[in-house]
């Protein structure tokens, strides 16, 4: 995902298809699905660029509480500033090309969420008989009491 600045001063925009291989995003529980798309407009904003813009990304794994398999794709918005000298706020870049590899890289990973879930309030199976409970209850006395705070049942208020 290189873009060839040729010392251009006005917007340059950018649209990349890049494998999820290419990008090295393999993932454990994350199937990527086709390409990952980025697109978006590099502006110069002197001494350095501008880089803004989408990543769209389709992936596939498993819900960790119901185990059902899901479908699904992201967009996730990026704006990242390049500049040719050393400073906190943006990324290093040498020479007369920017290469969005590494950053979009690093927005994908980190978009993962800690818990893959095919709705946030999926109720996950039943721990006795294994029915999806998000398709209604099963009937099972599920109410396995702690005994550590099974004092505080007993505690009136
Ligand atoms: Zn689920
Ligand atoms: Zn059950």
Known sequence: MIIHLNGAKEDITFDFAVSSDALDI???ETEYLGDVKVSGKLSYIGGGYLAGGCIEIGKK???D???KEVETSAK???EEKFASYE????TLFNGDEINLTEIVRDIILSSEPISHLCKENCKGLCKICGKDLNEGDCGCDRRTVDPRFSVLENLKI
Not at 87 to 90: C, P
């Open 26 to 28: 393999s993932s454990s």
């Open 61 to 63: 794994f498993l819900c």
């Open 65 to 67: 509480r119901c185990l």
């Open 76 to 78: 996730l918005p990026f």
């Open 87 to 90: 400073t906190e706020d943006a």
